[in-house]
Every structure is written in structure tokens, then in C-alpha cells.
């Protein structure tokens, strides 16, 4: 106890900035002894075996293959969750579109009103139904492929290939974890941030999740970088480059929240960066059944009942604002028209803006709220034909910089409001659920700015 007290005082006396040298110095000879003593008192039949993880660990965390192999592996998924969700996604749309159908029926038989049959309907089931087509399939393949790589012992590996960035931004290691987690759901990696036990350092990564796009942006983004970006392409290529893109926006995603972590390290949450000291287990063979159904009940249908609970209720305000006329245009229309000349500044336009603040309460229903608005059906639209959802697109003025301006604010936005409710449970603050809406939005708001003029003023559109 005494010799505690004086390294104590000892480290007390040091400046904070050689602090972390001294505290890697001291785990770093505390790992030396603790070998030294193992291979001591243990003795090992299956040299083989026990170098396995450290033979992985030279390629895996390496400073030439680390970051590339985990780009890689990044964009592997990608591929697999765009490959892999379209199909079941058009089969659950029909499906629920089969059932509407039939409700309907029901409805004119009883001789339901109209009005009652569009917000229960056209509203409520038709919003809550694109949610679950949407989000299911990508979140089945998502949520499972990383759980795998989790239970294998590859996710503590790319924490810390990450520590370094992180470290140098004033942020934790730690905050790559929850980062990742955002991938599948913002709401999700709130919560995971617990494991940060820096209040500072948690509220960084709680700040900075936002701008990893979640389940509910991938079909805005995948959707424009397809129809846009790949345009030229088709078949497996075509899915390359849509992954290729959509990897591209990530890591912007990426960059801007290490950005953002400096800059609030250095103002509103200044401090030195804790210490992290991680303990990278061995590699091992996951149960893959067990695990893929853990990862698919624990967190795929958590999630989803989250979504549906908070994008039900929009679907209805959606068609109620669609459906009230004032004079001769509806609320929605009103709506549009307010936005338009702020919206034309960002390379957008008024309906583009409109359905990002009626999809606050769930991302997954910014695109059937733009065509709902595009083609005045009053009700939210799905429409599964990739040249004719391009066509309304260019019948309305498109280019290639209002789809480069609509994911870049697509990912760099306020989070949705599952993630704001979140966000206000786990801080308990007003002003940092403020914050969480007002740093993404400031940023989504300057960077399509400046590209829209950057490319006017060039002559590029």
C-alpha cells in the first residue's frame, strides 16, 4: 500500500502530456514481467497452437496490412448486405403489399370512410410495412456477419488498430467499438457506449455516432449510388461500384468523426485521453448457428421494434399533411414551397428537405415520404422499378450533384428520433441531446453548401 501511495504521488508530479508515455511504460513492463513468469511455470506441449494468435495478430493489427485488411472487410460486408437484401426486400414489399390488399377489401366492405382508410392504411400499415421491408433484410445479413467477427476476436483487433486515431483526437479507443456498432443502429450504439467509462470520453463517441450511417440510411445511400453513381454499369460490377461508393461515404463518415472529436476535445470537452489497455483475446471458431441466431433475435428484432414503434406514427402525420388543403395545395405542398429557396442553396430541393424533417422520427422513411411528394399521391409510395424511380427523379430536375448532396446529408444529418430519445436517456441532459442535433445538422448543412457551390462555380452541373 505504500508503494502505491508513492507512485502515486510520484505519477502525480509528472506533466500531463508524457502521463500516457509513463502509463504505456508501466503496462508495457508489467506485460514483460507477466510473460517472463508464464513461461516460467508453464509448460507448453503445442507451441504451435499458442503462437497461432500471435502469428494472426502480426498480419491483422500489422501497421503495413492492418488497415487495409479491415477496409477490406468492411467493404466485403457491404457487398454481402447490398447482394444479399434486395431480394428478400422486394419479396417482404410484396407480401405486405398482398396483405394491404386484402385490408382494403376489408375496409370497403364495412364501408370504412375514406379518411379513416388513408391514416390506418396509406399511413400506419403502408409506413410501418416499407420499415420492415427496408430494414429486416439488411439488418439479418448486417448484424449477424459482424457478431461473427466479434465471437472470432477480429473486432477487438480493428479497436486497436483504431486506438491510435482515436487517441490523437482526445477520444478512446473504445469509441472504434461503438462506432462500429452504429453501422447496424445508431439508437444501438448510444447504449453500447457504456463501455467507455470516461464520462468525457463516452459523451464524445455518444456526440460523433451519428456520422456512421445506420441501417436506415443504407437504402438512400445505396439506392442514389446506384441509380447515379453505377449508372453505367450493370450486373455483379454494378454492385461493386455501389459498394465502392457507398464504402466512399463511409469513410467521410469516418474522417468527420475523428474531426469532430478533435475539435470538441480541444473546446466543450477538452481533457487528456484515458488510458487503454486492451487485452486482445485469442482467435477462436465461432458457433455460427448460436450466434447468428443470438445476433438476429437480440439485436436485429430489438431494433426493427424500435423503428416500427417510432415510424408508425409518422406514416399518419405524412398522410394527414398530404391530405389538408389550404386553398388549392396541401399543408405538405405549403411545406415545400417554404423550403425550396434554402434547399436550392444546398444543391437539394424543398421536397428533398421536407421528407429529412418528417423522416426525423425514422431514416428508413425519407425516401417513400420524397416520391409520396413527387408524384402528390397523398400517401406514403413505394416504387420498385429502378428506371422508373430514376425517371421521376430526372423529371425533377436532377443531377448528379443533388444525389451526391442527398447522401452526403443523409450521412452527415441529426440522428432519428429513436436515437435522440436514446441519446436523453443515457445523458439525462437537454443541452447534449441539443448538441447531438445541432453538430450533425450544422455539419450536413455547411458540407452541401460549400460542394453545391464549389461545383456551380465551376461549371460543373
Excluded at 79 to 96: D, E, Q, R, W
Excluded at 316 to 327: D, E, K, R
Amino acid at each position: 500500500m505504500e508503494q502505491l501511495k508513492r507512485l502515486e504521488a510520484l505519477t502525480a508530479t509528472i506533466p500531463a502530456e508524457q502521463a500516457e508515455d509513463v502509463r504505456e511504460a508501466i503496462v508495457g513492463e508489467l506485460f514483460k514481467k507477466s510473460r517472463q513468469l508464464c513461461s516460467d511455470a508453464v509448460k507448453v506441449t503445442d507451441r504451435k497452437l499458442l503462437y497461432r494468435s500471435e502469428r494472426l495478430d502480426r498480419i491483422f493489427t500489422s501497421k503495413l496490412w492492418g488497415f487495409p485488411i479491415m477496409l477490406a472487410m468492411l467493404g466485403a460486408i457491404f457487398y454481402l448486405t447490398i447482394a444479399g437484401a434486395n431480394v428478400p426486400s422486394s419479396m417482404l414489399a410484396s407480401f405486405f403489399g398482398w396483405i394491404e390488399g386484402y385490408l382494403t377489401m376489408a375496409f370497403q366492405a364495412i364501408h370504412a370512410p375514406d379518411w379513416l382508410h388513408g391514416i390506418l392504411i396509406l399511413g400506419l400499415f403502408r409506413g410501418t410495412a416499407w420499415v420492415i421491408s427496408v430494414m429486416l433484410p439488411p439488418m439479418a445479413i448486417f448484424f449477424p456477419v459482424f457478431a461473427l467477427l466479434e465471437n472470432y476476436g477480429y473486432l477487438p483487433r480493428v479497436a486497436f488498430n483504431l486506438d491510435r486515431l482515436f487517441k490523437k483526437t482526445g477520444a478512446h479507443g473504445k469509441q472504434s467499438l461503438t462506432m462500429a456498432m452504429g453501422f447496424g443502429c445508431n439508437a444501438a450504439a448510444i447504449m453500447s457506449t457504456r463501455i467507455i467509462e470516461s464520462p468525457r470520453e463516452r459523451m464524445l463517441a455518444i456526440l460523433t455516432n451519428n456520422f456512421v450511417p445506420c441501417n436506415g440510411r443504407w437504402p438512400t445511400l445505396i439506392l442514389l449510388a446506384s441509380l447515379f453513381m453505377a449508372a453505367g454499369f450493370s450486373g455483379g460490377t454494378q454492385t461493386l461500384v455501389t459498394a465502392s461508393v457507398v464504402m466512399g461515404m463511409v469513410l467521410i463518415g469516418v474522417v468527420v468523426t475523428l474531426t469532430v472529436s478533435w475539435g470538441l476535445s480541444k473546446t466543450a470537452l477538452k481533457g487528456i485521453p484515458s488510458h487503454y489497455t486492451l487485452e486482445l483475446p485469442p482467435y477462436r471458431k465461432p458457433k455460427i448457428l448460436n450466434t447468428i441466431l443470438r445476433a438476429t433475435l437480440d439485436k436485429t428484432i430489438y431494433v426493427l421494434r424500435r423503428a416500427v414503434i417510432v415510424a408508425a406514427p409518422a406514416g399518419v402525420l405524412t398522410w394527414i399533411l398530404a391530405n389538408i388543403y389550404i386553398g388549392d395545395s396541401s399543408i405538405l405542398i405549403h411545406f415545400v414551397q417554404f423550403l425550396d429557396p434554402f434547399a436550392r442553396a444546398l444543391g437539394l430541393d424543398g421536397f428533398i428537405l421536407m421528407a429529412f424533417i418528417i423522416g426525423l422520427p425514422a431514416n428508413e422513411i425519407v425516401l417513400p415520404i420524397l416520391l409520396m411528394g413527387y408524384l402528390a399521391t397523398g400517401s406514403l409510395t413505394e416504387v420498385t422499378d429502378m428506371f422508373a424511380l430514376k425517371q421521376i427523379f430526372l423529371d425533377q430536375g436532377w443531377t448528379w450533384l443533388t444525389a451526391l448532396n442527398m447522401m452526403l446529408f443523409s450521412l452527415l444529418h441529426y440522428p432519428c428520433g429513436t436515437t435522440l430519445v436514446n441519446i436523453w436517456k443515457e445523458t439525462k441532459s437537454a443541452k447534449w441531446t441539443f448538441l447531438s442535433f445541432a453538430i450533425p445538422t450544422a455539419i450536413a448543412i455547411g458540407v452541401t453548401f460549400l460542394v453545391a457551390q464549389v461545383a456551380r462555380a465551376l461549371g460543373w452541373v
